[in-house]
């Protein structure tokens, strides 16, 4: 069965940097995408971006160009997401989600890892 | 990119059928065929209900739809349960090469 296993719970500094990872099985890891989504406290659903484990390209949303990178291992079939320079507004529960297509982001995610919170605190 | 616009709550009675609305741009929901509408319950993940507008993922009750007019895209649930009681977002893809997402919609079953 399609699983996505992401890391553990994160608490950094601002300023700080974080990586997450998120290991996949059962299925074959290069003919999909993934999104990594976040959600603060009590909010809605943010899309970060978008990595083509097939070819590596990845789209990211505006407002984080510079400070996040996204990453795939295809030999561990596992997914990374650095995001850097961490603010207290960071502070959220990040996903990653598989999307249908490794040619293009869909945005049609259907398998979620289990969520890793990150909190951003002095 | 600015997000989807969605009703902040919406309600019905067990067996009634409810619509939540999503609306867009001419960039986004107006532009492509790549909506998609998530049911997410209290401490868990989002699940994926519809994709490509109006396509179900197997498993995903037929009383789940989705359509789109314009730049407007809806979810309608029939047969309302008490179960689907929960936050639903819907989300496209942008000219940008971008994914945008709605504020989400609180959805309760009196």
């Known amino acids: 069965q399609v699983q996505l296993v992401q890391s553990g719970a994160e608490v950094r500094k601002p300023g700080a940097s974080v990586k997450l990872s998120c290991k996949a099985s059962g299925y074959t890891f290069t003919i999909y995408g993934l999104s990594w989504v976040r959600q603060a406290p009590g909010q809605g659903l943010e899309w970060m971006g978008w990595i083509s484990a097939y070819s590596g390209n990845t789209n990211y949303a505006q407002k984080l160009q510079g400070r996040v990178t996204m990453t795939t291992d295809t030999s561990t079939s596992t997914a990374y997401m650095e995001l850097r320079s961490l603010r207290s507004d960071d502070t959220a529960i990040y996903y990653c989600?598989?999307?249908?297509?490794?040619?293009?982001?869909?945005?049609?995610?259907?398998?979620w890892g289990q969520g890793t919170l990150v909190t951003v605190s002095s | 990119q600015s997000a989807l616009t969605q009703p902040a709550s919406v309600s019905g009675s067990p067996g009634q059928s409810i619509t939540i609305s999503c609306t867009g741009t001419?960039?986004?929901?107006?532009?492509?065929?790549?909506v998609s509408w998530y049911q997410q319950h209290p401490g868990k993940a989002p699940k994926l209900m519809i994709f490509?507008?109006?396509n179900r993922p197997s498993g995903v009750s037929n009383r789940f739809s989705g359509s789109k007019s314009g730049n407007a895209a809806s979810l309608t649930i029939s047969g309302l349960l008490a179960e689907d009681e929960a936050d639903y977002y819907c989300s496209s893809y942008t000219s940008s090469n971008t994914l945008v997402f709605g504020g989400g919609t609180k959805l309760t079953v009196l």
């Open positions: 490509e507008v109006s």
């Open positions: 989600a598989r999307d249908r297509s490794s040619a293009m982001l869909t945005g049609s995610t259907d398998y």
């Open positions: 001419t960039g986004d929901v107006g532009a492509y065929n790549y």
